[in-house]
Nanobody, 114 residues
Framework: QVQLVESGGGLVQPGGSLQLSCVASGSVFGGNTMGWYRQASGKEREFVAHVTNNGRTTYGDSVRGRFTISRDYVKNTVTLQMNSAKVEDTADYYC????????WGQGKQGTVSS
């Protein structure tokens, strides 16, 4: 079992930046990916980005070029840097750890509004 604790998020104006971080603990060994999904009100959960345990990153089409995901393998932390934020980025953001099991954080709200 893996426990995920998220931090960051909040409110930012369009064009601004926001950061989310997630710390994993527990059974974090072996092949895995850490990343983020998001769910806007009334919509399905959407893939945002992830990074594998060998450093390969993948981004969703709607965030590519604006968001950057990074990972600290010593601290078992994944960070999502959200730049050039858009109103449509408003959502609850969920940290995900996918190894032998699929694990989810509690979610952090990110709001982009003027």
């Amino acid at each position: 079992q893996v426990q995920l604790v998220e931090s960051g998020g909040g409110l930012v104006q369009p064009g601004g930046s926001l950061q989310l971080s997630c710390v994993a603990s527990g059974s974090v060994f072996g092949g895995n990916t850490m990343g983020w999904y998001r769910q806007a009100s009334g919509k399905e959960r959407e893939f945002v980005a992830h990074v594998t345990n060998n450093g390969r990153t993948t981004y969703g089409d709607s965030v590519r070029g604006r968001f950057t995901i990074s990972r600290d393998y010593v601290k078992n932390t994944v960070t999502l840097q959200m730049n050039s934020a858009k109103v449509e980025d408003t959502a609850d953001y969920y940290c995900n750890f996918r190894g032998k099991q699929n694990n989810w954080g509690q979610g952090k709200q990110g709001t982009v509004s003027s």
